[in-house]
Every structure is written in structure tokens, then in C-alpha cells.
């Protein structure tokens, strides 16, 4: 079964910081680009990051260019997001992706980033 | 940037009517085009790529058209498991993707 678990997420303080993982199985993750998908609370879905299938190339949206991080280990069939100087506007549920060339067909369920004092 | 707008914000429909869902881009994307659907408390789920090409394991009653700047989201029936959001997405300058702010389709 192609399966993508997040986790990682949590409570945080205005300017922290957190990473978030997403473990990956049932399919072959080497070989796909996997993005991070972010929805903050009842409103609509937001690109966040993509990171190709070897991790040599990575893109952001601007809004968090510079503050966030995204990689992957191989090894490990993993993704990660590092998060920086986190804002209360970072506050959504993050979902990973995979990612192919026509959208993300795969997603996970979601973990919650909170940030707040 | 290309931004997406949909129409209408809310549909309200009964099962077995017709839904017929927009999805404006600001320019071209010629046919690069996505449907996701979303229901409460879960993950989207890739419905339609391409502008007119399902997904694997979606029904033959969502359908996609339109290419450039106009598209169309259309479920032919609805069933009960049809009403949730509906987000489209672009993906014509990969993989700066962007969504739509979606439509709500939800019982009459």
C-alpha cells in the first residue's frame, strides 16, 4: 500500500523552530519529487516546497524562502521540512506530497504546526 | 505569479444533480491543470490532471475540460460522497504549483 506518514508537529513559540518528517512506503522514493502542502485552519491549500527525486534541487514559495529547509534521505525513504524563525501565520496543518509532473497524487494525512504564545 | 479563481464559492446541489465547477487562471496554462478533492478532516485526493484526464481509481462521472485560461470541473450524478472542496491547481511553471481557493459543494 503507498502510505505517506507525517509527524513532527506541534506547539511553538513565535520565532521558533520545529522539523517535520514524512516516512514514505509502498512505492519507489527514490525515483519521485516529493513537495510539503500546507493548510492553515478553515481556509484553502498552499504550495510550500519541493524537493526533486536525488534532493539536488529545491524550491519554496515565498512565503517561507529563507525560514524553511526542505531534504529528504534516501536511506531512509523520508522527507523533512526544517522550520525557522517560525510566524503565527505558519500555523496550518502540513501534508507531504509526492509529487509528480501532472500534481500529487499521493498525499499524507497531515501534521498540525502551531504557533503561538 | 499565475493566480487561480474559482466559481462559485458554494454550490448547493442535490445527490443526483449535475455539478458544474470553474476554475479561471490569471494567464495561460495551457493545459496544466488539476483537480483535487477534499473532504473534511482528511488529505485531497487527486481527481482530474492534465485538464481532462482522471486520476487512477476516480469515477467516470468527474470530468474535466478547458484549456488556457477556463475550466470546467464537472461530476455528472452526484452520489453522497461527492460533497466536499474542490480545489484546482497549476502546475505550468513546475513546481511553483498554486491552488485555487476552492469551490464548496454541499447538500441543498
Known amino acids: 500500500e503507498v502510505q505517506l506518514l507525517e509527524s513532527g508537529g506541534g506547539l511553538v513559540q513565535p520565532g521558533g523552530s520545529l522539523r517535520l518528517s514524512c516516512a514514505a512506503s509502498g512505492f519507489t522514493f527514490t525515483k519521485n519529487a516529493m513537495s510539503w502542502v500546507r493548510q492553515a485552519p478553515g481556509k484553502g491549500l498552499e504550495w510550500v516546497s519541493t524537493i526533486s527525486s536525488s534532493g539536488g534541487s529545491t524550491y519554496y514559495a515565498d512565503s517561507v524562502k529563507g525560514r524553511f529547509t526542505i531534504s529528504r534521505d534516501n536511506s531512509k525513504n523520508t522527507l523533512y521540512v526544517e522550520m525557522y524563525s517560525l510566524r503565527a501565520e505558519d500555523t496550518a496543518i502540513y501534508y507531504c506530497?509526492?509529487?509528480?509532473?501532472?500534481?500529487?497524487?499521493?498525499w499524507g494525512q497531515g501534521t498540525t504546526v502551531t504557533v503561538s504564545s | 505569479e499565475i493566480v487561480l479563481t474559482q466559481s462559485p464559492a458554494t454550490l448547493s446541489l442535490s445527490p443526483g444533480e449535475r455539478a458544474t465547477l470553474s476554475c479561471r487562471a490569471s494567464q495561460s496554462v495551457r493545459s496544466y491543470l488539476a483537480w483535487y478533492q477534499q473532504k473534511p478532516g482528511q488529505a485531497p485526493r487527486l481527481l482530474i490532471y492534465d485538464a481532462s484526464n482522471r486520476a487512477t481509481g476516480i469515477p467516470a462521472r468527474f470530468s474535466g475540460s478547458g484549456s488556457g485560461t477556463d475550466f470546467t470541473l464537472t461530476i455528472s450524478s452526484l452520489e453522497p460522497e461527492d460533497f466536499a472542496v474542490y480545489y484546482c491547481q497549476q502546475r505550468s511553471n513546475w513546481p511553483r504549483f498554486t491552488f485555487g481557493p476552492g469551490t464548496k459543494v454541499d447538500v441543498k
Open positions: 506530497a509526492k509529487t509528480w509532473l501532472r500534481g500529487m497524487d499521493v
